[in-house]
């Protein structure tokens, strides 16, 4: 936003360890210049053994707002004055506001998740949900369908089985769903998709540059009945998707979830709603350049 350069009044950054290939500096940036508000908003690659120390020294420099990614998502927990409720409950930040009464620690992943499977919250409810995966990501999937979808099973596909088993603590005391981890490599995991409704991918399987690699086994087949959603956005259409979409299952991308992750980010920042269709807009054209390239 080289106009603005000069009359800066508040600076907002992503922080992370690599970051590389971040959407979140097109997304704010675009939003900013919509409302005219003199912020920019920046990448911020900052070394694990550094986080804070360059937290305070980002804030020195005028940072006002941040967005945390991986791996600092839990390992910036301590450093936060006060945390959301949603935040405490899910043991991960994603957004930080800096302001007069400290530093306010959010989970807006857990939001993102929320706008990405509400439209298909009838189906959800009562069904079978196989997540793969058990990291940050898989932490908010989870929190979000136990606390607003009533699915009848949870099973968590994962390679580790303590983060997995872990992952029951945000089930709210007698939910009564059933939750379950199994291995992403045997038969338990064949049987778990074929009698899952919804297959969550929160794993960077698929993930560019890696983008013919796929979480599922080439033996385990989908089906119409099923709806995908992979929190990847890039690619856009992940391997798992493009099976998922000749299966006929119901398909779903990590767009909307980055994107409302963003907007209710942006909110707690500036007290504004986002122009959500233009930043997908914006988004989708950055991605599919970038596919051509
Ligand atoms: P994370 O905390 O590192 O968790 C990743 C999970 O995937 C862990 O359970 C990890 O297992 C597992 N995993 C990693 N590589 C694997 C492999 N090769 N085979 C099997 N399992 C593997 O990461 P995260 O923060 O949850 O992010 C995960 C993905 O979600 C990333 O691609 C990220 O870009 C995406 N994401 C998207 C959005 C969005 O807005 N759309 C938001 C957040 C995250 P171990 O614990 O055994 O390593």
């Not at 089985?161 to 379950?180: C, K, T």
């Not at 049987?191 to 960077?204: E, F, G, H, Q």
Request: net charge neutral; aromatic share 10%.
């Amino acid at each position: 936003m080289p106009a603005l350069q000069g009359s800066i009044e508040k600076r907002f950054g992503i922080i992370g360890y690599p970051l590389k290939h971040s959407l979140s500096p097109l997304m704010h940036n675009k939003s900013f210049e919509y409302f005219g508000l003199p912020y920019r908003y920046e990448t911020l690659e900052t070394e694990p053994t550094n986080l804070n120390k360059a937290l305070s020294t980002y804030i020195e420099q005028g940072f006002y707002g941040f967005n945390v990614t991986i791996p600092f998502k839990e390992a910036i927990l301590p450093l936060i004055h006060h945390l959301s409720d949603e935040a405490k409950a899910i043991g991960a930040v994603n957004t930080i506001h800096i302001t007069s009464e400290g530093w306010l620690g959010y989970n807006t992943d857990a939001y993102g998740v929320l706008r990405s499977l509400e439209p298909y919250k009838d189906d959800i409810h009562n069904a079978n949900v196989l997540i793969l995966g058990a990291g940050g990501a898989a932490r908010a999937v989870v929190y979000i369908l136990a606390h607003y979808f009533s699915p009848q099973t949870i099973t968590i596909a994962a390679r580790n089985i303590q983060r997995a088993q872990a992952l029951s603590s945000l089930l709210p005391r007698n939910s009564g769903i059933f939750f379950q981890h199994v291995f992403e490599t045997n038969e338990d995991l064949k049987i778990a998709v074929l009698t899952s409704k919804l297959i969550i991918n929160t794993t960077p399987v698929g993930m560019y540059p890696e983008i013919n690699a796929c979480p599922l086994p080439a033996d385990v087949s989908l089906g119409s009945k099923h709806i995908v959603f992979d929190v990847i956005y890039r690619p856009l259409k992940t391997s798992l998707l493009k099976k998922a979409e000749e299966a006929k299952a119901q398909v779903v991308n990590g767009l909307p979830m980055l994107v409302y992750q963003g907007a209710e980010a942006f909110k707690i920042w500036t007290g504004k709603e986002m122009p959500v269709p233009l930043v997908f807009q914006h988004l989708k054209e950055a991605l599919q350049t970038e596919l051509q390239n």
